[in-house]
């Protein structure tokens, strides 16, 4: 899952980052444009699939073509 925040002074935003790390440089941010004024904004969050997941999913996928395409080639005699 990632996060990314949204500054509540102007358009500023994180990239897509773990939590902590956007907290960290969303408040560095506002410190630095924003100071005296105290930090506001939004959090948005994905979902999306971890590394390790797409890459189970690629070998998966990888694994069944590499069954089908040898099926095939044992009934082309």
Do not use: I, K
């Not at 980052?17 to 994905?46: C, I």
């Amino acid at each position: 899952m990632a996060d990314r925040y949204w500054c509540g002074e102007c358009g500023f935003r994180t990239p897509w980052l773990t939590r902590a790390e956007g907290a960290r440089r969303l408040l560095d941010h506002h410190r630095a444009r924003h100071p005296g004024v105290p930090p506001t904004g939004h959090l948005e969050s994905t979902r999306r699939p971890s590394a390790p997941v797409l890459l189970l999913v690629g070998a998966g996928l990888l694994l069944l073509a590499l069954a089908l395409l040898a099926a095939a080639c044992g009934t082309v005699s």
